[in-house]
């Protein structure tokens, strides 16, 4: 069956450091990779697309890489601050080119002062 | 950039009422919306999609009868819960994409059924 899977830990990091997430994948040949930032009580905001021909993405302090043959991907935030705490959501396209996305559980992060 | 505006945020109805949900394009028109629900600490789970000027498809396992979805114009689609129980209260949010590259999702309703 297909799966995406994120950390369910939550992630503490030190404010200044760079904060990695990570997300995988089985049974899925999505064309594209979505992060999305989601706060509590509140709907996701997107970040960065990743394509499948795509070996990395940057934005700012953020920074995707996409590995289709380990079927995973790295969300980088460098030089992380408090304000960056949240939880992060990784999605994938599904199949045969449909918009639906499918979402991933989601891995907290906390970036401490 | 891309706004989707979601109404009400908060809703607390008796049990056996209905709740409508709003879900509008303010910017760009969105010929497909999708709607999710999310429970706490758990994903978003897409419940269906929207489509302007014909039915809605529904995921497996959920009720399109309980889950009205009318998508009348290009900017307004709506979820409708019917008679609403308990086990229905959830967060549930909508979305929408303007483009290639990501979709715009709604703040999010936060239904509680008592």
């Known amino acids: 069956s297909q799966k995406i899977e994120q950390n369910s830990e939550a992630l503490n990091i030190q404010e200044g450091k760079t904060a990695t997430l990570t997300c995988n994948y089985t049974n899925y040949s999505p064309a594209y990779l979505q992060w999305y930032r989601q706060d509590p009580g509140r709907g996701p905001v997107f970040l960065l697309l990743?394509?499948?021909?795509?070996k990395e993405k940057r934005k700012e302090r953020l920074k995707v890489t996409f590995d289709t043959t380990l079927k995973q991907s790295l969300f980088h935030i460098t030089a992380s601050q408090p304000a960056d705490s949240a939880t992060y959501l990784c999605a994938l396209d599904g199949s045969g080119g449909y918009q639906k996305v499918t979402f991933g559980t989601g891995t907290k992060l906390q970036v401490i002062p | 950039g891309a706004v989707v505006s979601q109404h009400p945020s908060r809703v607390i109805c008796k049990s056996g009422t209905s709740v409508k949900i709003e879900c509008r394009s303010l910017d760009f028109q969105a010929t497909t919306m999708f709607w999710y629900r999310q429970f706490p600490k758990q994903s978003l789970m897409l419940m269906a999609t929207?489509?302007?000027?014909?039915?809605?498809?529904?995921e497996q396992g959920v009720e399109k009868d309980k889950f009205l979805i009318n998508h009348a114009s290009l900017t307004l689609s709506t979820l409708t819960v019917t008679s609403a129980h308990p086990e229905d209260s959830s967060f549930y949010i909508c979305s929408a994409s303007r483009d290639s590259d990501g979709y715009t999702f709604g703040s999010g309703t936060r239904l509680t059924v008592v």
């Open positions: 990743i394509r499948e021909n795509e």
């Open positions: 929207s489509n302007e000027g014909s039915k809605a498809t529904y």
